[in-house]
């Protein structure tokens, strides 16, 4: 038997599968999907059988070594699915696959996540004469099959062992989950006329996406949960993807509450011997529920019936390195290939969705009410131009105010500025001279609670001093603002309230976003500051006041959907307030009041700034009217670097006839990690051959070691 194996290197140049004997003892665990050890060169790699055949055209064929898997880890669907992924992001295959896998599946010699066991004991022999003590013991398992040790706590273990040699008990190591879910009341709330509407509006289209397009606190995920329990019902299994940030605990807690531990998790802050644990549930079929964060798109989940896709605006969905696939693609792919539905799921919707949904391309279903029949909060702008020597620190004096007005009626606050760190930058006064990364183009962030000087691309940090590198005065200052710095301002100006701060920082070790929020929810804080994970997914009764602080810092990135994601994330954060019986109020703080993506998330008012931002993207030529490729070139010589990025341009100009072409032009960061960093942005209507233009791009520089191509299609940033 010969099978062919895709090994685990990501090089284009070995992306190909290689042909292997297999010994006879092996022949009967060989099959297509599972992992395999082989010997490659001087190495031994781990590698997925792709093929199993009876002849090869390669002489001396070497052996494989083990069959890694009782289970296959590749399922046919999701074989097919590596193959459409390499189609659409020009990615290796192999990368295709191991994306999809958490690392205890991952084809890799270093994998080294392994199974957890426990002790369990069950009672062997009644007849046994035994001590006051061991009766004590064996009561305990009236009734019981069997009883962990963990259940037999306040038990000895020499009594144990005396029991288990006098052969009264058995003992066995049993396989145990690392996660456990809690178990919780029940609680199915009954719908409004709204959200049934909803349900069969989307249980009865013949579209496969259906658009639900709901304001904040209009009872989405309620929506889900009733459109998950009708297709289990059909015997149909779901998965619910949601932003990295918005897996609350909150958000467990109700699936948990609708449906116990008939759920599965896979998120980044889950350590690797849990998600290799809730992906094994998922493969022995233990579950008909997944909740993850994008790359839970491929569970193998079966039969699928639906895919949810919540704050499918977020631009997390998007993987923003190889292979760089978008998961909203892969659910359409896999719904497309299971007949199952997507629901998308959205107060603020990205444009191109929204027209999908008002081209009938998919199905628009609304919720325009909030569930309690409460009206949206009410905003307030300040103009921060006119704040100018009468604002205190980062806070206007309307600000002030309204948070010792929340405060003194012991409702909560929660307040966002979209940037962490103490301050944005470090510059001098004397000479102008701004900190710089010595890898990267880019300032560096200043944290003032450990006095450190950090960069956010590469890592590299060193300690603050005052004094200027260039000039060497004693003369260095931090300018603009970070969390830690309102943090600071928060605790001078309401000394008796207690704050907490959420943000990257904060929120880096294991469950401490889960301890933040729990502490919030139960009124142990008056404040909650923090970045963009404060505007999504949380649901406190007694927040009646939101604040932004710079309500325009996302407008001054260099980025074509600045203004939607100021509009998003306005809109986001302003439904945090008023979501149970108290009224809410939000304050915009910010120096463009004038701006339509304020101005509408003021007004709340989605389809006005939906029509305002078309009339932009229509004149530039950018989605949904134009399709968009990036194409990045990067070497360590920067000379290198720009006349292969002028070689792309000449190929492009040369095949792609219709097709705007931009650039070359220095990358929005140019130098990162040493490397320089060129782009070029092609915008195109109708283009058919591009993906196998591009491709050969791909391929021929994956021969060429000193330069690097990476090709992003339909990109979130530019």
């Not at 665990?29 to 055209?57: C, H, M, Q, W, Y």
């Not at 849990?274 to 079966?302: M, Q, T």
């Not at 649901?539 to 407008?555: E, H, K, M, Q, R």
């Not at 040369?654 to 960093?677: C, D, E, R, V, W």
């Amino acid at each position: 038997m010969i099978v062919g194996v895709l090994v685990e290197i990501t090089n284009k140049s070995v992306d190909r599968v290689f042909d292997y004997l297999v010994p006879k003892t092996l022949e009967s665990f060989v099959a297509i999907g599972k992992r395999v050890e082989v010997p490659f060169g001087n190495r031994t790699l781990v590698g997925f059988i792709l093929e199993i055949k009876k002849d090869s055209d390669v002489a001396n064929l070497k052996e494989i070594t083990k069959v890694l898997d009782e289970d296959v880890i590749l399922t046919k669907e999701l074989l097919e699915l590596g193959k459409y992924l390499k189609k659409t992001t020009l990615a290796s295959l192999i990368s295709c696959y191991q994306v999809m896998l958490p690392k205890g599946y991952k084809a890799s010699i270093k994998n080294n996540v392994n199974k957890k066991y426990r002790k369990v004991y069950y009672l062997n022999n009644y007849d046994k004469k035994l001590t006051a003590k061991q009766e004590e013991v064996v009561t305990l398992f009236k009734d019981k099959k069997k009883l962990s040790r963990k259940e037999l706590k306040d038990i000895s273990i020499s009594i144990l062992n005396t029991l288990v040699k006098n052969e009264v008990l058995k003992v066995k190591e049993e396989e145990v989950y690392r996660l456990d879910y809690e178990t919780r009341e029940k609680k199915i709330r009954t719908l409004t006329s709204l959200q049934e509407n909803a349900v069969n509006n989307i249980l009865n289209t013949d579209k496969t996406v259906s658009l639900l397009y709901g304001v904040t606190g209009s009872g989405k995920t309620e929506v889900y949960m009733e459109l998950i329990a009708r297709y289990l019902k059909k015997g149909l299994k779901s998965i619910v993807l949601v932003p990295e940030i918005s897996l609350t605990p909150q958000l467990i807690k109700r699936f948990e509450e609708r449906f116990g531990n008939n759920i599965a998790l896979l998120h980044s802050a889950l350590l690797d011997g849990e998600k290799y644990d809730e992906y094994r549930r998922i493969v022995k079929g233990e579950v008909d529920i997944v909740i993850g964060a994008r790359s839970a798109v491929f569970a193998p989940i079966s039969p699928l019936g639906l895919i949810i896709i919540d704050e499918c605006h977020s631009d997390s969905y998007k993987q923003d390195n190889n292979p760089r696939y978008n998961a909203k693609e892969v659910a359409f792919k896999r719904a497309f290939d299971n007949n199952a539905k997507v629901v998308l799921g959205s107060a603020t919707p990205m444009l191109e969705e929204y027209a999908r949904g008002l081209k009938n391309i998919y199905n628009l279903v609304s919720l325009e009410k909030r569930v309690n029949g409460k009206s949206l909060p009410k905003v307030e702008l300040i103009d921060m131009n006119k704040e100018v020597g009468k604002a205190k620190g980062h806070f206007s004096i309307p600000l002030i105010d309204k948070i010792n007005k929340t405060l003194e009626q012991g409702e909560q606050v929660i307040l966002l500025l979209n940037r962490r760190g103490y301050s944005s930058f470090v510059t001098c006064s004397n000479c102008g001279e701004t900190v710089k990364c010595p890898n990267c183009d880019i300032t560096l962030t200043y944290h003032k609670s450990s006095n450190i000087l950090r960069c956010h691309y590469c890592g590299y940090a060193t300690k603050y001093d005052v004094t200027c590198p260039k000039c060497h005065e004693k003369s260095l200052k931090d300018l603009g603002v970070g969390t830690e710095k309102i943090e600071e301002e928060l605790n001078k100006l309401f000394p008796l309230a207690k704050v907490l701060r959420m943000d990257v920082d904060t929120t880096s070790r294991k469950n401490a976003h889960k301890k933040i929020v729990d502490t919030f929810a139960r009124g142990k804080a008056n404040i909650l500051l923090g970045t963009q994970m404060v505007a999504k997914g949380l649901d406190f009764p007694n927040v009646t006041l939101v604040g932004v602080i710079n309500a325009d810092t996302s407008l001054m990135l260099p980025d074509f959907r600045s203004s939607e994601k100021t509009f998003a994330l306005l809109n986001q954060v302003a439904g945090r307030a008023g979501r149970s019986e108290k009224e809410g109020t939000v304050i915009f703080q910010t120096f463009n009041e004038e701006n339509y993506a304020i101005r509408y998330a003021k007004e709340n008012d989605y389809v006005a700034f939906y029509k305002e931002e078309m009339k932009v993207r229509k004149l530039m030529k950018y989605p949904p009217y134009y399709y968009l490729v990036s194409l990045n070139i990067s070497s360590k010589d920067n000379k290198l670097a720009l006349i292969e990025a002028k070689k792309c341009e000449k190929v492009c100009l040369k095949y792609l006839n219709k097709t705007i072409i931009l650039g070359p032009s220095p990358a929005s960061i140019f130098k990162k990690q040493n490397i320089y960093h060129y782009q070029l942005i092609l915008k195109y209507q109708y283009q058919d051959n591009i993906y196998e233009v591009l491709e050969k791009l791909v391929e021929y520089y994956a021969t060429i070691n000193k330069v690097n191509l990476d090709v992003d299609f339909n990109p979130i940033h530019l």
